[in-house]
């Protein structure tokens, strides 16, 4: 006899074998005849994870995304043999701008689409996902909140998972700064995105102080970047374009953005245009 354990919601539990119920058969006892056996069912206790990112980054509360983000929601089990393939594990809600109510985002709805664990490959990962595609075409900030559990009942977290984002429909691109500087061995880059899509065309050009360049970095070369807070995975080590190591001292630097239609990117104020001359900004090589 095999018998699913899923309905059981105690941990001790007993199994009653009784033979010859009905008196079918005559017998002069029947005390005998039953036979009462205890067994355990190791309870699912432990919570699922759940792991949230926008167009791929994990952001920090009351970052700039994109305009028209993919926001991805993933639940992960340890459980092998309690598939997350059913909807109403997740509650996605996002709470507009200059409204009291959050606006709930069911699975059925346009631009949403939910992915449930393969339950022929549970012994390697027990994983669900909601891909959610929205246009947010309000400026402001928002909130999504999250609710998730397992088949078990288990919550993802004490609390419903709470993030803000602001979105900016302007293609607008801020002052580059780059950290650390000073520097001795290399530098990055940081500068913040606005808009719906990523610039179509971006470079940064260092410039000895009487104007020559030395050095263009494009926008391969910086690595991939995203609607929001950016820092440069390229580093730039002080050399020039031939890969000789350009003398200490003050260079200056300038970055080029544009879209898609060869427009040039206004300029999104975060407080540093102290730092920067007519777009221009300075940086020292110490070493």
């Known amino acids: 006899m095999t018998f699913d354990t899923r309905s059981i919601s ?6 009653i074998v009784e033979v010859n119920p009905n008196n079918d058969q005559l017998e002069q006892h029947h005390f005998n005849n039953i036979a009462v056996k205890q067994f ?7 919570n699922p994870l759940l792991d949230v990112t926008f167009d791929g980054v994990h952001i920090l509360d009351g970052d700039i995304v994109s305009a028209k983000p993919l926001i991805n929601i993933i639940l992960k089990d340890e459980n092998q043999n309690l598939a997350l393939s059913d909807t109403s594990l997740f509650r996605v809600r996002i709470l507009y701008p200059n409204e009291n109510d959050p606006r ?5 709805d ?5 992915y449930p664990a393969d339950e022929g490959n549970l012994d390697k990962e027990n994983k669900a996902r909601i891909e959610l595609r929205e246009f947010f075409q ?4 928002y909130e999504l909140s999250v609710r998730a559990e397992d088949q078990t009942g288990n919550n993802s977290g004490e609390f419903d998972y709470k993030i803000r984002f602001e979105v900016i429909n302007e293609a607008k691109v801020s002052n580059v700064l780059n950290y650390p500087n000073p520097f001795s061995t290399s530098t990055q880059f940081v500068f913040t995105l606005t808009g719906s899509e990523v610039p179509d065309f971006m470079k940064i050009q260092i410039m000895s102080v009487s104007g020559k360049v030395v050095k263009e970095i494009t926008q391969d070369e910086l690595g991939p970047v995203h ?13 020039d374009e031939y890969g000789d190591r350009l003398a200490n001292g003050v260079y200056l630097y300038r970055v080029i953005t ?3 239609s060869g427009e040039l990117y206004k300029e999104h104020n975060t407080n540093t245009n102290q730092y920067f001359k007519n777009g221009i900004g300075k940086m020292v090589i110490l070493r």
């Open 104 to 108: 709930e985002y069911l699975t059925s």
């Open 258 to 260: 544009r879209d898609i």
């Open 227 to 239: 609607v929001g807070n950016n820092m440069t995975e390229y580093r730039w080590d002080g050399t």
């Open 110 to 114: 346009e631009g949403v689409t939910f």
């Open 10 to 15: 105690t941990p001790l539990n007993q199994l």
């Open 138 to 141: 309000e400026d402001g900030v």
């Open 40 to 46: 355990f069912v190791e309870l699912d206790s432990r």
